[in-house]
């Protein structure tokens, strides 16, 4: 559970950062920044503090409905005009072939990945989950970096 919505907020606000980087989008809507501030840091945080007020004194980890809307409407902004816009539908077999590429060089190279995901498997967790949880942390840009180093030449010269 914990695992679950720290992947949402995290994720949600890498690619909002990612698609202002890009050009994509400007910035979100202003019903958004009202509720969350106008950074990525002041959006993590109002959220996990959200998070943590309404998890205090139960057994369970969840936000308020109004935060959980606030996401919920986040991400459907981010799906309308990033996820599904016509340049990301273009560009959707380049990414299936770049996760499909880092997949098959982890899996054949684990210990190439951060030490917390190499522990993992060695307690015993399946060596295919760690592998596509390490790809799924990857912010596009980490992963597109990270791609070029392992699979694109790099210029050399003779002289």
């Known amino acids: 559970m914990v695992v679950r919505l720290s992947d949402?907020?995290?994720y949600t606000n890498h690619d909002i950062d990612d698609a202002i980087r890009a050009g994509v989008i400007d910035d979100i809507p202003q019903e958004f920044k009202d509720v969350l501030g106008s950074t990525s840091s002041s959006r993590i945080n109002a959220m996990i503090r959200d998070t943590i007020k309404n998890s205090e004194g139960i057994r369970d980890i969840k936000m308020s409905s109004d935060m959980n809307e606030t996401l919920g409407g986040l991400r459907?902004?981010?799906?309308?005009?990033v996820y599904?816009?016509?340049y990301a539908l273009k560009e959707k077999e380049k990414v299936k072939d770049l996760i499909a590429h880092l997949f098959c060089y982890f899996m054949e190279?684990?210990?190439n990945m951060d030490d917390e995901f190499i522990q993992l498997i060695k307690s015993g967790?399946?060596?295919?989950?760690v592998v596509c949880d390490y790809i799924a942390c990857m912010t596009d840009r980490?992963?597109?970096t990270l791609y070029k180093k392992l699979f694109i030449p790099s210029s050399?010269?003779?002289y």
Not at 76 to 81: R, S, Y
Not at 125 to 129: G, P, T
């Open 109 to 111: 190279h684990p210990d």
């Open 156 to 158: 050399w010269s003779i």
């Open 142 to 144: 980490f992963a597109i």
């Open 125 to 129: 967790q399946s060596e295919q989950e």
């Open 84 to 86: 599904l816009n016509d």
């Open 8 to 10: 949402k907020i995290a």
């Open 76 to 81: 459907n902004f981010m799906f309308k005009t």
